[in-house]
């Protein structure tokens, strides 16, 4: 598929260029700061010194100055706001502390992200290329009166390009650097007619991994990307448009680099030390050719949607819009889960979701004192999320004993290759442990060096909402304004899980374990009727243990006494099948503001806003084998957000700047945890997060402009185990810094921007990795290593720009003083007391050239 998608997209954009013969000016001016920008975040157009509440806007053509392509970069230049990028198919969304990453079908996002006025908030589908943007809007705070149910903490807003009527022109861009890298971008605007236009755009990436492959082929972490969008707009007239813009993207990326830094790399089967333990390191990550099918290390993924948006003007004080879209992702994606060269866990994600979408709104403003909107729309989605594993059981028991080098006190080493863990040396003292006496031969043939399994989770929604907003204007200068959203939803929640070729050994042998254990309590407590308890569990335990010691253990019949064990999660009924839950919720959100111009550049606001995710039917595995799954209603999660904030434009317009202060109260906490292998949704209570943000753009000589941005964000839980810790992806304090510089020169200008960014502390749970709170894996976590400092990253680009603006070349490079750092540590292999690390970018340089016509 790879191979058809770049010729085809090499396809479409040289008839995008061979389609733009025309030389004209865009359809807008487009801005290029942050300064110019007109903002549509009230669903009507405004300055942005005119909204109440913290935005951060960039215009698409600033986007492509500082070098931003993907969310990820964006966010460095975005103060309370950053997105984590494991993989286009696992991005981590976090707004004022708030992450939304969850992939389960049953997960409610907390950050909304929309492209043109649609939700593409699920986490599967909601990483996509910034090109031909027009502009992005990112607004802080519960915005569901706004954005929509998902909204609880704010909001994305992507707002692409649409074609412009009568008009024909085109530009083309070709970029290459190292690490293999390689992007060519075009866009053609293409008249055809006074009332009709079509407007075509794309962008094929590829990167090298920058994470080497001890162990041969694809490089760790690389990039491998096609989007493509087309758009047709119709407007027989001035009070009225329809535009449907169609968009793909495909993405096939190799291996994500989950790195244990506990055990070196290594050749699984000699176990010859390949590198070092660090994250940017090469791994030597275990092939997984025989793995679901033969999936490979890696990402297939493929995201696409339909959107139809038409605007009529009744009159000069009435307009209606109506918004109606399709939309698609499927996904799966194949990882190293432990992050060691052996073969214990091999895992993988398989996500898919189909959402349909109609939104109409009724806005008025008639130039005078009350203007607002009324509206009506209606959301149905569908999603699964399947999850296959496999593991090694010998290796896997020896992981769980602690003796997964040989030697518990030479933890590390990692001399020994996969084929000893079946060994009588290694196996049978672990197993004598586990006090089977004579079944410890049988069962240690027994254990199956490949056992799968595997869950499905499954969610239906539809979903009904009416919203209204209203401002008023009290004098020239003060204006109040209130917004409320009545949403209610119906929810069928899905869970199978089955074991796929035969029962798991080892999980039959934590079951005897448990047996013991309880076998050992009732023995203690020394009454008859606890040692006739104890006895009847002994004799349970003791045909457990024969059935493991009896040759083809694996396969042998179902019974009561013998049932398929699971490992990591236990089979439901007929082992796989679907149990279903349904849940209905309804619930209010609201917001009102308050704004005062100090001056027509400057303005006061404060605002108080109620955000609320709703209800979450969370699914589990069952207790036992055979039984059904256990779910679990998590209540709606609330938070009340209050802001106050400064916008101004000050020296004729040279300086701008806007700061803000917030406060939020959660309550019914939504936090994810880890059951096992698999991350669950749960209450965690209370917590609260306040902070500051600002702002600024200024122009300090004719050619030299100077940004920044500051966030600070203390949050905290309040309330359960989690008492005192951070919130995960939450650093207190987040900056940047840059500057433009413009050098006449004959026949153009050179343009220097430099750009730093930097972070402080960050953890990666919201356990913040404290062994004593992570009970539920498999093997404790005894370090709490998974943080990374604070650290920041220089990146430079210089381009020149001919003096008439058709082309300019530029060198960039990013994270030039090769920063080594992490962007996500802990993942599944945490449950087996393997954490994983995954490095963020090294130094990359490149060059570019660009063309407009």
Do not use: C
Not at 559 to 569: D, I, K
Not at 728 to 740: E, F, K, N, V
Request: glycine share 10%; proline share 4%; no cysteine.
């Amino acid at each position: 598929m790879g191979h058809r998608a770049r010729i085809m997209g090499a396809s479409i954009l040289a008839l995008s260029w061979a389609g733009a013969s025309a030389v004209a000016a865009q359809s807008q001016d487009e801005a290029t700061s942050v300064d110019e920008i007109v903002v549509t975040a009230q669903l009507r157009e405004q300055d942005p010194i005119e909204v109440p509440f913290a935005l951060t806007a960039y215009s698409g053509e600033s986007l492509r100055e500082l070098g931003v392509q993907e969310f990820e970069q964006l966010s460095a230049f975005v103060p309370g706001f950053l997105v984590q990028n494991q993989s286009p198919n696992n991005p981590g969304f976090v707004m004022r502390g708030i992450t939304s990453d969850s992939g389960e079908a049953t997960t409610e996002p907390r950050v909304s992200v929309y492209q043109d006025g649609v939700s593409i908030s699920k986490s599967r589908g909601s990483y996509v290329e910034l090109f031909d943007l027009q502009r992005v809007e990112i607004a802080k705070g519960p915005q569901s009166t706004l954005y929509g149910r998902g909204a609880l903490i704010g909001a994305v807003n992507l707002i692409q390009n649409r074609p412009a009527i009568g008009q024909s022109f085109g530009e083309a861009e070709v970029q290459a650097g190292d690490y293999g890298y390689a992007m060519v971008e075009g866009v053609a605007n293409i008249a055809l007619g006074d009332t009709l236009a079509l407007r075509l755009a794309g962008r094929v990436k590829t990167r090298d991994g920058f994470v080497e492959n001890l162990l041969g082929g694809d490089d760790y972490n690389s990039i491998d990307t096609q989007a493509f969008r087309a758009s047709l707009a119709f407007a027989p007239s001035d009070s009225f448009r329809y535009d449907v813009i169609a968009n793909w993207q495909g993405d096939e990326a190799s291996g994500t680099s989950f790195k244990s830094i506990a055990y070196a790399p290594a050749d699984p089967n000699t176990g010859a030390v390949l590198g070092g333990r660090d994250p940017w390191d090469g791994a030597a990550l275990t092939p997984t050719a025989a793995f679901d099918g033969g999936k490979a290390l890696g990402l297939d993924r493929e995201v696409w949607g339909v959107t139809g948006i038409g605007r009529f003007d009744l009159n000069a004080d009435w307009t209606v819009t109506s918004i109606t879209a399709y939309r698609q992702f499927d996904s799966y994606e194949t990882f190293d889960a432990d992050g060691v060269s052996l073969p214990i866990l091999i895992a993988a994600e398989q996500a898919e979701g189909e959402q349909w979408s109609q939104e109409l709104r009724l806005n008025f403003d008639n130039g005078g004192r009350l203007s607002g909107f009324v509206g009506a729309g209606a959301f149905h989605e569908e999603g699964s999320q399947r999850t296959p594993t496999q593991f090694d059981e010998r290796i896997a028991l020896a992981q769980l004993a602690g003796f997964l080098d040989g030697n518990p006190f030479a933890v590390g080493s990692n001399t020994l290759p996969a084929a000893a863990y079946g060994s009588p040396a290694i196996l049978d003292p672990i197993l004598t442990s586990f006090g089977l006496g004579a079944a410890v031969p049988g069962i240690r043939n027994n254990l199956k060096p490949v056992h799968i399994e595997e869950a499905t989770n499954t969610s239906e929604l539809t979903s009904y909402d009416v919203f209204g907003d209203v401002t008023f204007a009290v004098t020239d200068r003060f204006e109040i304004a209130a917004g409320i959203r009545y949403t209610t939803d119906d929810k069928t929640t899905g869970y199978s899980s089955r074991v796929v070729n035969g029962r798991s050994v080892l999980g039959g042998l934590l079951a005897v374990q448990q047996l013991q254990g309880q076998i050992a309590a009732l023995v203690a407590q020394g009454t008859p009727q606890s040692l006739a308890q104890a006895a009847a569990l002994g004799a349970v335990a003791n045909a457990i243990v024969t059935g493991l010691a009896t040759p083809g253990a694996a396969n042998a019949p179902i019974s009561a006494a013998f049932p398929p064990f699971g490992l990591t999660a236990q089979p439901t009924p007929n082992n796989g099948d679907f149990v279903y839950r349904d849940l209905e919720d309804d619930g209010l959100t609201w917001r009102l503001t308050a704004r005062y111009d100090l001056s027509d550049d400057a303005s006061l606001y404060a605002n108080y806003a109620r955000g609320r995710r709703p209800k979450v039917l969370s699914a589990g595995a069952p207790s036992a084998p055979l039984s059904n799954p256990n779910f679990t209603e998590v209540d709606a999660e609330t938070v009340d957000s209050f802001e106050i904030g400064a916008k101004g434009a000050f020296m004729d317009g040279r300086l701008r700047a806007d700061g803000a202060v917030f406060h939020y109260s959660y309550e019914n906490f939504q936090t994810t945890i880890q059951d096992g292998t698999r991350f669950i949704t749960a209450n965690a209570g209370e917590a609260t997060s306040y902070g500051f943000e600002g702002q600024m753009s200024f122009q300090a000589t004719d050619s030299i402009d100077v940004f920044g941005t500051y966030g600070y964000n203390h949050s905290r839980f309040e309330a359960g185990i989690y008492d005192g810790n951070r919130f995960r992806l939450s650093p207190d304090h987040m900056a940047s810094i840059g500057m433009t510089w413009s050098l006449p020169l004959q026949g153009g200008d050179v343009i220097i921007q430099p750009t730093y960014t930097w972070q402080s502390e960050v953890f990666f749970n919201d356990d913040n990795d404290i062994p004593a709170l992570q009970t539920r894996n498999f093997v404790a976590d005894l370090i709490q290593d998974e943080v990374q400092d604070a650290y920041g990253l220089l990146n430079l680009r210089v381009r020149f720009v001919s003096g008439s603006g058709n082309w300019e070349v530029e060198a960039f490079g990013d994270n030039l003083l090769d920063e080594e750092y992490i962007k996500d540590a802990g993942n599944t292999g945490d449950a087996l007391g393997l954490p994983t690390f995954i490095a963020g970018r090294p130094r990359m340089a490149g060059l570019s050239l660009r063309l407009r016509y």
